[in-house]
């Protein structure tokens, strides 16, 4: 289960933070005995107690309770993060890690680190630290680590999926089939086969790797941009082709999937431009964030029929978005 490897994982990077060399850093080590650790999950109520392995809700606290009391840790676990009276403003001043997720993240602002005087390590229990002003922690030493890895899986297989549902047309027909309809036509003039398509990946990092590696068998042309191009071996394994031009790759892709963290340089990357350089009829799969794809951007593609489908797991993570 992900989120039992990303517990495990969380687990060892807090195990094992260890003091920089900076004299900027915040040094975790530095003072001896109990830390003040919170962890800000989502809840998940009744469907906590379905499952004795769901450890990335606030109920299951990660699963690392039991050891992080053992070493006379203080560890508060909340869902409550926003507003000034939230659960985790009242630990704000004096809290000395703060672990969070990216489906429910706490934001840690440069307001929020400037009041943070104890804070050494800021831990995303997944992947991708958006949720965080990394300038404003960078400055402050702060350490802020992810679990890299973690979840890549889950990731590249749910990737894989949402092609499948928008290439075979399957939702509509799905809801057909709840609401007692039956129009074969409705559902079969949009559907079509993934063989033989191509398939593009902006980023080719360690899910992107993995979603062609999975694609591979399906016998479409794959397709990635990256910054990096890969070993020549593993590209050759993987059967996919580097396109150092994005702008280049874009007009031959039936399918785009977005594959690179939120960055400066990847905020609202996927524009009115961007998105115009792609085929009529493309079909966007994201589970990277939300806030790669210019929202208003994205709508209006999809009434137009520029884009045919779009399938995301993240709504715009950054909350001014
Ligand atoms: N939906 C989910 O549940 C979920 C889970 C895990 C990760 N993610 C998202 O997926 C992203 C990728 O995860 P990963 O583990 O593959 O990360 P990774 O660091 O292994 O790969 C990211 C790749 O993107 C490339 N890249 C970065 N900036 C780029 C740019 N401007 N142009 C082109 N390429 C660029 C990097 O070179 C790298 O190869 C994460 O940052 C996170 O936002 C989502």
């Not at 602002?109 to 009041?115: G, H, L």
């Not at 050494?120 to 002003?133: E, R, Y």
């Not at 092609?163 to 809801?175: A, D, E, Q, S, Y």
């Not at 479409?220 to 059967?239: A, S, T």
Request: proline share 3%.
């Amino acid at each position: 289960m992900a989120m039992k490897r990303v517990a495990v994982s969380a687990f060892q990077a807090l195990s094992s933070s260890s003091p920089s060399s900076s004299s900027l850093t915040r040094h975790l080590h530095a003072s001896a005995g109990s830390k003040k650790i919170v962890g800000v999950f989502y809840k998940a109520n009744d469907y906590a107690k379905l499952n004795p392995n769901f450890v990335g809700c606030a109920e299951g606290a990660l699963g690392i309770r039991d050891w992080l009391e053992s070493q006379g840790h203080q560890y508060i676990v909340t869902d409550d993060k926003e507003g000034p009276g939230c659960e985790l403003e009242k630990h704000i001043h004096d809290l000395e890690v703060l672990i969070t997720t990216p489906f429910h993240p706490a934001y840690v602002t440069a307001e929020r680190i400037k009041r943070a005087k104890n804070l050494k390590l800021v831990l995303t229990a997944g992947i991708g630290s958006d949720h965080v002003d990394l300038n404003a922690a960078a400055a402050a030493g702060l350490t802020v680590a992810e679990v890299t890895g973690s979840n890549t899986v889950s990731v590249a297989e749910d990737e894989l999926m949402r092609i499948l549902i928008l290439v075979r047309n399957f939702i509509p027909g799905h809801h057909q089939v709840i609401n007692g309809d039956w129009n074969v036509a409705g559902i079969a003039y949009r559907a079509y086969d993934l063989e033989g398509k191509t398939v593009g990946t902006v980023g080719a990092g360690r899910i992107g790797k993995l979603l062609l590696q999975r694609l591979k068998p399906f016998n479409c042309n794959l397709l990635y941009h990256d910054r990096l191009k890969m070993e020549p071996e593993l590209e050759k394994e993987i059967g996919a082709k580097f396109e150092e031009d994005l702008d280049a790759m874009l007009p031959k892709c039936d399918i785009v999937v977005i594959n690179m963290p939120l960055t400066d340089k990847t905020r609202g990357m996927f524009d009115k431009e961007k998105i115009a350089k792609c085929k009529k009829g493309v079909l966007f799969v994201n589970n990277a964030r939300g806030a790669i794809m210019d929202t208003q951007a994205v709508v209006d593609a999809c009434s137009s029929g520029h884009i045919a489908g779009n399938l995301a797991t993240h709504q715009n993570s950054i909350k001014d978005q």
